[in-house]
Every structure is written in structure tokens, then in C-alpha cells.
């Protein structure tokens, strides 16, 4: 019998399947607390996944919400983008909320739950607030709040259901300042964390000096939705291709807009110098940094007010000392930090985004030079290790109380 404190994680973006390509933030972050805890797992279920699997220690439960082949809420971008895509499934929210919660009332009493930690302000904060109401406080709760559920989730409705969640939890992560300042607006509470998650900087998103740069090549990594702004970037590119007509954008992804997307390459004249990747494991990543010239991110405040919470490909990106260009949003500028640690442009304006590529493509000694600070700046900040600490802490204190 393990005496190890107990956690479960809710969330609902964690691999399905090991070699998924989903974002492994979650997965990440739950491998390095199972050396303190013992570590319990509730996501939703998928067609082709598992209802209940060990991985790497940790017990993962995956609760079905409705018949197999329609549970496509979560998942393949997350649920607001899936929402955004297929309006016929909103009608699946009451039955997702209702199953996750059965599911968590039944795991936290099973295994003796120590501490909650939730993944989103909604729905999963607001699951484990109303559950903790029912088992008591012996269960404290943690909440990390990404960014789109605090930024993009507007309303009176559901800027109340916000304010509630943040004030009743036990302790408040937000990923960056940008963050606190906003749910500070929203609820008054002052006693939260800014801890962003982590990237591992030390095995795995690193340079390597024998990968040989393309000289002319310009990625982008991310969902291809709205707030990305990717857009613009593809607008961009008959300026960038006048002065360099041998660049080429690699666009990794995929999203409900990748099809509008590809629509506008074609119709800018432009498709033959963009490449469309899709969706590539997460194992492939690294070679993909340290091929490209440059990273660029035109992230942008999307209509309804969702952005960017932090931008973690800034961090990969950088930490394989793969230069970047991001737009000027707040959250982003605890990783890049103008002429510093890379070049930031305006939002929404196709012809800055040209202007500073085109800066960097003329300026080999200045892309060097920002692609190191930018190195170590996320280092000394983001590594998994220094991240995981900050985690561990914080449950260790509510464990206690």
C-alpha cells in the first residue's frame, strides 16, 4: 500500500492512445508528479481509446458520455473548436458535464482523493467545485486555467460561472501574467500562481548543431483556428516571396479553418511556396524547429475575445534556438520579448508580419543572437523541471491542509 498522497487530474486533453497526437502538456505534467503521488487521471472517453489503462504510472479512467461514435466533443482541436465546427454538439455539453461529474464523485470516494486538479475553468473547474461540495473539503481542489476558457468564454452567464469557479477553488495556476491580471479583473481573488506549464528543454526540444538550417524556410505550428491568425501570415507571403522567391512556409496542423486556409493560398497565388503538414507526432517536432529559418506565431484576439494564454511553440521553438516572430499580445510576452529573445509585429497586419521576417531573412548574425537568448531565457523559466517543482509544491500544500 502506497503512502503517497493522492491526486487525480481532470482534464479533458490527454493522449488517447500511446503515440496520440494530441497536446501532451497534461500527460507531461502528470508522468513528473508520479514520483511524489500517486496519480489518478479522469478524461473523456473516444472512439478507439480505452476505457481504463495504466500509463507510465499512472491510472488513467476515461468516462463515456455518449454512444461511442458520437463522442467527438472533446478532442482533434478541443472542445471549443470542435463546438465552433459542429454546432449539433452543444447538445452533447449537458451529457459530457453530467457523466464527468458522476465519474469524479465516484473515483474521488474510491481511491481517497487528496486533491483535485482541474484543467480548465469550464467545464472541468466547475465540475470538481460542485463535486467538492458534495464530499466535503476533505478533497481540496487546484485549478489551472489555460487561457481560452478565461479569455474566449465571454458572456454574463458564463463570466458569473468564471467568477465562481475562481473564488471557491482551493488555489488558482494561470499560466501567465496576462492571466492573473484578467482573473484578478473577474473575481477580486489576489492569492493565485502564475505557473505556466512546462516543456522539456533539456532532452528533447534542444538544438542540435548538425541539423543544417533552411536558410528560407518558415514554420508555423499550431491549430489552425481563428485566434492563430495564420491568415495573415499567408498574406504575408507575396511580400516575403518578392525579396526571397525561394521561402517557403511549413504550416504544421490542423483546425476547422485549414480548408480556408489552403482556399487562400491558392487564390493569393501562393500554394506552390505553402506547404500543409497536418497534425504531426510529437516526437517530430524538434527535427521540424531546427530545420526552419524561422518561427512565426500571428496569434491575435480572435471575435468573442479568446487569444493566446501563453504559447507554448514559442517555448519549444526557442529552445531549439529556432528564432521567432510572435504578435503583440500580452500573455505572449512573458516568452518573447521584443529584440531580445525574438521580434514582435502587430496584430492583424500582414505587411509588419512580412517586414519582420524579411528583417531576419537579411540578418543571420541577429537571428543567431535572438535565437540564443531566447534559449536560455526559457530555460532559466519554462523547463519541465523547474515547472514541476512549482506543481509539486503546490499540491503538497493542499495535500496537507
Request: aromatic fraction near 10%.
Amino acid at each position: 500500500m502506497s503512502d503517497k498522497k493522492k491526486i487525480l487530474i481532470l482534464t479533458s486533453t490527454f493522449p488517447r492512445w500511446q503515440g496520440d497526437r494530441e497536446p501532451p502538456f497534461v500527460f507531461d505534467l502528470a508522468k513528473r508528479m508520479c514520483e511524489h503521488f500517486e496519480v489518478f487521471v479522469l478524461a473523456p472517453h473516444a472512439p478507439g481509446a480505452a476505457f481504463s489503462e495504466d500509463m507510465e504510472d499512472i491510472k488513467v479512467y476515461r468516462f463515456r458520455y455518449f454512444l461511442t461514435s458520437w463522442q467527438m466533443l472533446a478532442y482533434n482541436g478541443g472542445i471549443m473548436a470542435n463546438l465552433k465546427l459542429h454546432k449539433w454538439l452543444y447538445l452533447l455539453v449537458p451529457f459530457f458535464v453530467f457523466f464527468e461529474f458522476v465519474s469524479l464523485i465516484r473515483l474521488t470516494r474510491v481511491h481517497k482523493i487528496d486533491v483535485i486538479h482541474a484543467h480548465w475553468l469550464i467545464p472541468q473547474g466547475v465540475v470538481a467545485v460542485i463535486a467538492q461540495a458534495l464530499i466535503g473539503k476533505r478533497t481540496a481542489i487546484l485549478c489551472t486555467s489555460h487561457g481560452g476558457d478565461l479569455f474566449g468564454l465571454q458572456g454574463l452567464m458564463l463570466s458569473w460561472i468564471k467568477r465562481q469557479v475562481i473564488r471557491r477553488v482551493d488555489k488558482l495556476a494561470v499560466v501567465s501574467r496576462a492571466m492573473r491580471d484578467c482573473a484578478f479583473a473577474l473575481s477580486g481573488r489576489q492569492d493565485m500562481e502564475i505557473i505556466p506549464m512546462g516543456v522539456d528543454l533539456t532532452h528533447k526540444f534542444t538544438p542540435d548543431q548538425a541539423t543544417i538550417r533552411n536558410t528560407y524556410e518558415i514554420l508555423f505550428v499550431g491549430r489552425l483556428v481563428e485566434k492563430k491568425g495564420v491568415v495573415y501570415l499567408i498574406q504575408a507571403m507575396p511580400e516575403i516571396l518578392k525579396g526571397y522567391p525561394d521561402a517557403k512556409l511549413v504550416i504544421v496542423g490542423d483546425g476547422p479553418d485549414r480548408l480556408q486556409l489552403q482556399e487562400l493560398a491558392r487564390t493569393s497565388a501562393v500554394e506552390c511556396s505553402i506547404q500543409f503538414l497536418g497534425n504531426v507526432d510529437n516526437f517530430s517536432l524538434p527535427e521540424l524547429y531546427r530545420r526552419a529559418a524561422l518561427f512565426v506565431a500571428p496569434s491575435i484576439v480572435a471575435q468573442g475575445g479568446d487569444q493566446e494564454g501563453l504559447g507554448l511553440v514559442f517555448v519549444e521553438a526557442l529552445g531549439c534556438e529556432c528564432p521567432v516572430v510572435a504578435t503583440d499580445l500580452p500573455a505572449i510576452r512573458d516568452v518573447v520579448i521584443d529584440g531580445v529573445t525574438g521580434v514582435v509585429c502587430k496584430q492583424k497586419n500582414s505587411a509588419d508580419i512580412a517586414c519582420k521576417i524579411v528583417f531576419l531573412l537579411n540578418n543571420a548574425e541577429k537571428r543567431r543572437e535572438l535565437a540564443r537568448a531566447g534559449r536560455q531565457h526559457v530555460v532559466n523559466h519554462f523547463d519541465w523541471n523547474i515547472i514541476g517543482q512549482r506543481y509539486q509544491r503546490a499540491i503538497e500544500y493542499l495535500a496537507a491542509k
